[in-house]
Nanobody, 126 residues
């Protein structure tokens, strides 16, 4: 069982920055594919960013490319999402997810992930 705990959400003004953290349990965190998804009110959960454990490849949704950066610190069992140039459209609950699947998988799909955090609210005011 893997537990994920997100922190760092809050209220931020448009144009500002915020860093989210996701602390994971488990001795083999370095072999988890990790991602961030988000869900805005009335909308489906959508992919934001992911990092593959095997080669550290990163993936981003077009809407956040160039503004958000995903990174991981395996020594701390933590994945981060640095969010810059925030826009009101970024307002959502942000979820961390972990995949323990072996072999190549599409990290932009929610069904790839075995474990999810409880989410942290990010609100961007205009």
């Amino acid at each position: 069982q893997v537990q994920l705990v997100e922190t760092g959400g809050g209220l931020v003004q448009a144009g500002g920055s915020r860093r989210l953290s996701c602390a994971a349990s488990g001795r083999t965190f370095s072999t988890y594919d990790m991602s961030w998804f988000r869900q805005a009110p009335g909308r489906e959960r959508e992919f934001v960013a992911a990092v593959r454990w095997s080669d550290a490849s990163t993936y981003y949704a077009d809407s956040v490319k160039g503004r958000f950066t995903i990174s991981r610190d395996n020594a701390k069992n933590t994945v981060y999402l640095q969010m810059n140039s925030l826009e009101p459209e970024d307002t959502a609950v942000y979820y961390c997810a972990a995949s323990l699947l072996r072999g190549w998988s599409d990290l932009t799909l929610s069904r790839t992930y075995n474990y999810w955090g409880q989410g942290t609210q990010v609100t961007v005011s205009s």
